[in-house]
């Protein structure tokens, strides 16, 4: 029994550090760029000083105490509650509005330049305002993440409506498909690759409209630490909090991979795409 | 093959709007009439762009008409306004479309029962029969596979078999076998006449190719050039069941295709 789980075992270890070895390869353009930037980051360091730039050490020092001590990542999650928060209020609105107004077309065109302006306006101008009506607390950050999702997600979502293949709606209606049944069976899984494109777009939209709230009044999160740093003239602490907040997104991005991937099993792999050229 | 006829199409005329607003409306189908009577697989032949594919979507309700009528079951359909088009005629018309149309989130088993469960009739028997179906147009084994994963002619089996599933007593193909190899157009005319065969359903048929036209036919109508006029109607003599691989060499044949080829230019 213990041998064979041993050798299992050592079975499993060859083949992680074969996987390593592997992922290396594969992204060894990605990790040339990224060392290239921390050198870079250090020469600057170097020739101006630790006061303006940090350095990657020191922000790697305080990285790792804040996450062991607690601090960094408390307000890394009370960003990225507000960012979840107000990308959930934002997010189901906006994909839901363009098929209920898929039957009105004219509905479409009186909100369009509502819709067209909200889309433009900086949002982040708003965010006094949200402070005002909301106060400092989280509410105010929601609201402004909510808002900026909303738009990004109901453009995407429109034109996935809009992208209806009029033949396959015909070919379910000849079938004795419902109207029902043309929204749910045809309609909606046609849209939702373009869905999750807004979702993809959106989704650092989400944490940097909540950090920039932040900046502006708060007493938790990464907006605030960055600010709290900037006025004791800690660049370190600032840079530690970009990283944070980077990190953030970076796994945003990776759960709505995830969960696109799951979804669009049935899509041709991107690479295919490419080199058919749809 | 006697009384009311089950399909008719009367006085069809069909134009598309010219381009820009120009008034140069092209006529694609201009007083077509033809019957087909309960029970009758009627070929259809007629060149590249003479309105075949129009007509089949009128029939099949999923395009108006700019005059005359369409009329089933001696009840005249609604074609004229887009409006009140009933596509399929509650489920009584099929329609294999030209292109394969397949919805490509769906894998080739939820694809071919697409039309059992939106009309509710997914049920045991439905699912025996689309298994069936599959193997008989050698699909066995690609049940999970998603349309992308297929190549032209199985997805052309499968658009086929998605509208036999469900058993519609008229069932209209466009050009159904068009792009495959000689090999598999056979099985698969073997096929479909041995499925015909079971059931008897009223098929309308459109094809380009004569020898096709003649081996499953009880009857061939030949189409113009646009705008569409019926040029030749010819009964098919050839006693079932037939040899679809040796029709050629069926004596009644030769003079067939003959006649039928000089109409079609
Ligand atoms: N939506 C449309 N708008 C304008 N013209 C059209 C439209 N659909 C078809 N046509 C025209 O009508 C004519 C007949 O087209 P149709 O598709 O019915 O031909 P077909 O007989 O099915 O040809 P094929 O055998 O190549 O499939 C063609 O000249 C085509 O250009
Ligand atoms: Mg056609």
């Known amino acids: ?278 | 093959m006697s009384g009311q006829p089950l399909l008719e199409v009367r006085g069809l005329d069909k134009r598309f709007a010219g381009r820009s607003g120009r008034d140069t409306a092209l006529w694609v189908i201009k007083d077509l009439s033809f019957s087909v009577p309960d029970g009758e697989f009627l070929t259809i032949i007629g060149p590249s762009g003479s309105g075949k594919t129009t007509l089949l979507n009128m029939i099949a309700q999923i395009d108006v008409a700019n005059g005359g009528e369409v009329r089933f079951q001696s009840k005249s359909a609604p074609i004229n306004d887009p409006k009140s088009l009933n596509p399929g005629l509650n489920c009584q018309i099929g329609y294999v479309t030209q292109e394969d149309n397949l919805l490509p989130w769906r894998t080739t088993l939820q694809n071919v029962l697409f039309p059992l469960e939106v009309q509710g009739r997914l049920d045991a028997e439905g699912r025996a029969r689309a298994d069936m179906l599959m193997r008989t147009v050698g699909l066995a084994g690609f049940e999970g596979h998603y349309p992308h994963e297929l190549s032209g002619g199985m997805r052309k089996r499968a658009s086929l078999i998605r509208t036999l599933v469900y058993d519609p007593p008229v069932i209209l193909m466009d050009e159904p076998f068009g792009a495959l190899d000689a090999q598999t157009r056979a099985q698969l005319q073997e096929d479909l006449l041995r499925l015909w065969n079971l059931g008897r359903k009223t098929i309308v048929f459109v094809t380009h190719d004569i020898t096709e036209a003649i081996a499953l036919g009880d009857r061939t109508l030949v189409l113009s050039r646009a705008p569409a006029k019926i040029v030749g109607d010819h009964p098919i003599t050839i006693p079932r069941p037939r040899d679809i691989r040796g029709i050629m060499t069926h004596p009644d044949f030769a003079a067939l295709y003959q006649r039928i080829r000089e109409q079609v230019q």
Do not use: C
């Open chain 1, 1 to 278: 029994m213990t041998s064979l789980g041993e050798s299992r075992k050592s079975g499993a270890a060859e083949l992680g550090v074969g996987r390593v070895v592997a992922w290396l390869k594969a992204h060894s353009h990605q990790i040339l760029v990224f060392v290239i930037l921390i050198a870079g980051w250090q020469a600057l360091t170097l020739w101006r000083g630790v006061y303006w730039f940090s350095s990657p050490w020191g922000v790697l020092t305080r990285f790792i105490n804040g996450i062991l001590g607690g601090e960094l990542l408390s307000h890394a999650s009370y960003t990225a509650s507000e960012a979840v928060i107000g990308f959930v209020i934002g997010a189901i609105p906006a994909t839901i509005l363009p098929f209920l107004l898929r039957r009105w077309p004219m509905a479409t065109a009186i909100l369009d330049p509502v819709m067209v302006g909200g889309y433009g306006a900086p949002k982040l101008a708003l965010a006094p305002l949200f402070i005002l009506w909301f106060g400092i607390g989280i509410e105010s950050k929601v609201a402004l993440v909510a808002i900026t999702v909303f738009f990004i997600v109901y453009f995407s979502a429109l034109s996935g409506v809009r992208a209806l293949e009029p033949k396959l709606v015909q070919m379910a209606q000849v079938a004795g498909a419902n109207e029902r049944d043309v929204a749910r069976y045809i309609v909606f899984p046609g849209a939702v690759p373009y869905i999750f494109t807004g979702f993809r777009i959106a989704m650092p939209y989400s944490i940097g409209g909540a950090v920039i709230a932040e900046l502006l009044s708060a007493n938790r999160g990464l907006g605030y630490l960055i600010q709290f740093s900037a006025t004791n003239f800690d660049t370190t602490g600032i840079f530690t909090a970009l990283f944070m907040t980077t990190l953030i997104v970076a796994l945003g991005n990776w759960s709505v991979n995830i969960v696109e991937r799951r979804l669009l099993r049935w899509r041709p792999p991107p690479d295919v795409r490419m080199q058919t050229g749809t």
